[in-house]
């Protein structure tokens, strides 16, 4: 029997800029996208870049996915590492939403990249709290930060 080794990808969705008046907005909209295509996205890049070859080894998995951080967790080939995230780093389009992913961290363990998923979660929940109460708003960050925490332990 053989063992398939992989590495886990953290990645985060950017949208790009727009140019409003002159000036450079950066939008700040729900991206509604899910796991397959963002999933298919990725195989469309690998296969543009690397043609058959690349569409020939193994498949992208997107093993989970915040649509409010933008921040998922993709599992790749361990062999083809290096063949995916140079494909992921040319994607401008995810859909028809112009876009870019960012690569956050690699690791060869699922609690690795857990970790620092939780981490990357709960920055961006502490900073939208911030934001909302300097103007005099209030923010749910601890209840985001647990259902973040609930949905990665599901991966293990």
């Known amino acids: 029997m053989v063992r398939f080794k992989n590495r886990w990808v953290l990645?985060?969705?950017a949208e790009d800029p727009i140019i409003d008046n002159g000036r450079v907005v950066y939008p700040k909209t729900k991206l509604e996208v899910n796991d397959n295509v963002i999933s298919k996205a990725i195989f469309k890049a690998v296969e543009l870049n690397y043609g058959e070859f690349g569409k020939g080894q193994g498949s992208v998995t997107v093993k989970w996915y915040n649509p409010t951080t933008r921040i998922g967790i993709i599992r790749v080939p361990r062999d083809f590492t290096d063949l995916y995230l140079a494909s992921m780093f040319y994607i401008k389009q995810i859909a028809t939403i112009p876009c870019s992913l960012h690569i956050l961290?690699?690791?060869g363990t699922v609690i690795f990249i857990q970790?620092?998923?939780?981490?990357?979660?709960r920055k961006f929940y502490l900073k939208e709290q911030q934001y909302a109460e300097s103007r005099g708003q209030s923010y749910g960050a601890s209840e985001n930060i647990t259902?973040?925490?609930?949905?990665?332990?599901?991966l293990s």
């Open 147 to 154: 259902a973040s925490i609930k949905g990665l332990a599901a």
């Open 105 to 107: 961290h690699v690791s």
């Open 115 to 121: 970790q620092k998923a939780i981490e990357w979660d």
């Open 11 to 13: 990645f985060q969705i």
